[in-house]
C-alpha cells in the first residue's frame, strides 16, 4: 500500500534494529523502513551472497548487510509503489553491479524482468516468481527455499491477517492470488510482507470472525509485539478472512456467499473500518 500509517507504529521506533530468523542454509533480516515498510535481507549461509527485497532506504539495508557481513548481489522489487521500489535508483548508484528483479517496467533499475513460475537459484537458494496480481497489474511474490526451509515474499499482496488493497486489480484477481496461488504453498512456508499492518488487521479480522479461537490466540500473541513477521501459510489460512471467502461465518457476517462478492465485500468493510 502507499502512506497508510498504523496506529501507534511509533512504538517501532524502540526497535529499529535488525530482527534475524535462522534456518539451516537461509538466514532472513527484516529491516523496519519508512513510517510502517519492511524490507529484507535473504541470506544464503552457504555461499554468504544477500538479496535485497524492496529496499526503499537503501542505507539500512547496506548497513544490515555490512553487519551480517555478507555480499549483497541481487534485489527482489515485489510491486512499482515507491515505499517499495523508491530505493532502487539509489542503491544501484551506490552498487551498480547488482542484479534487480521485477515484473513492472514501472519499476527502476530492473535487469532481470520476470514471470509468472518464472525459476532460479541465487546461491543454494531456490527461486520462483509467483505473479500475485491486483494490488498492482505487476506484483510478484517470491517464494524461496534451501530445500528445506521455505519463505515468499508477498510485498502488499498478503499481509499477516489482511492484503493489500485493490489498486489496479479486481476482487477476483485478489482470489486468485490469495486462493490459487499463495494458499497453495506449504503449509509451514514463512510469510514475509511489506508493512506491519497486524494489529489493525487482526482487529479487522475479529470483527466478521468473532468466534475463530485461532484468530484470538494470533491478537494474544501479537498485542506486546512491535515485529509481527513472519507468519505461515498455515496460520493465514486459519484466521485471515481474505484467505477464508468460503467460510459460512464470514459469508453470513458479510451478507454474501460467492466467493468473489465475499472478498469485494471484505475489502469494502476493510477500507471503511475504524
Not at 555478507?70 to 515507491?82: D, I, M, Q, R
Not at 543454494?124 to 506484483?139: A, D, F, I, P, Q
Not at 515468499?152 to 484477481?173: A, I, M, S, W, Y
Not at 475463530?212 to 493465514?236: D, Q
Request: with cysteine; glycine share 6%; charged share 25%.
Amino acid at each position: 500500500m502507499l502512506r497508510k500509517i498504523l496506529p501507534n507504529f511509533s512504538r517501532l521506533q524502540s526497535y529499529r534494529k535488525f530482527h534475524t530468523t535462522a534456518t539451516a542454509d537461509m538466514k532472513i533480516i527484516s529491516i523496519p523502513a519508512l513510517q510502517d515498510n519492511y524490507s529484507y535481507l535473504i541470506v544464503d549461509e552457504s555461499t554468504n551472497e544477500a538479496i535485497a527485497v524492496d529496499p526503499v532506504e537503501p542505507n539500512k539495508v547496506l548497513d544490515a548487510a555490512d553487519k551480517a557481513k555478507v555480499k549483497l548481489t541481487s534485489v527482489f522489487t515485489t510491486h512499482h509503489h515507491w515505499d517499495h521500489a523508491g530505493g532502487n535508483e539509489e542503491l544501484l548508484s551506490q552498487k551498480p553491479e547488482l542484479a534487480v528483479y521485477g515484473a513492472d517496467n514501472r519499476i527502476a533499475k530492473v535487469t532481470n524482468f520476470v514471470k509468472d513460475n518464472d525459476m532460479f537459484k541465487i546461491g543454494s537458494l531456490n527461486v520462483t516468481c509467483l505473479m500475485t496480481v491486483c494490488h498492482t497489474n505487476g506484483s510478484v511474490s517470491y517464494y524461496v527455499t534451501d530445500g528445506e526451509d521455505k519463505a515468499v515474499f508477498t510485498g502488499d499482496t498478503l499481509f499477516v491477517g489482511g492484503c493489500g488493497r485493490f489498486f489496479e486489480g479486481t476482487p477476483e484477481d485478489m482470489h486468485h492470488s490469495l486462493s490459487n496461488v499463495l494458499a497453495l504453498l506449504p503449509k509451514d512456508t514463512k510469510v514475509y510482507c511489506g508493512h506491519e499492518y497486524t494489529k489493525s488487521n487482526l482487529k479487522f479480522a475479529l470483527s466478521v470472525d468473532p468466534d475463530n479461537t485461532s484468530l484470538k490466540e494470533k491478537i494474544a500473541v501479537c498485542e506486546s509485539k512491535a515485529i509481527t513477521v513472519p507468519s505461515t501459510i498455515g496460520e493465514e489460512l486459519q484466521f485471515n478472512p481474505f484467505m477464508r471467502v468460503t467460510d459460512p461465518t464470514i459469508q453470513k457476517n458479510v451478507g454474501k456467499t460467492d466467493p468473489i462478492e465475499v472478498m469485494a465485500k471484505l475489502r469494502e468493510m476493510k477500507n471503511n473500518f475504524k
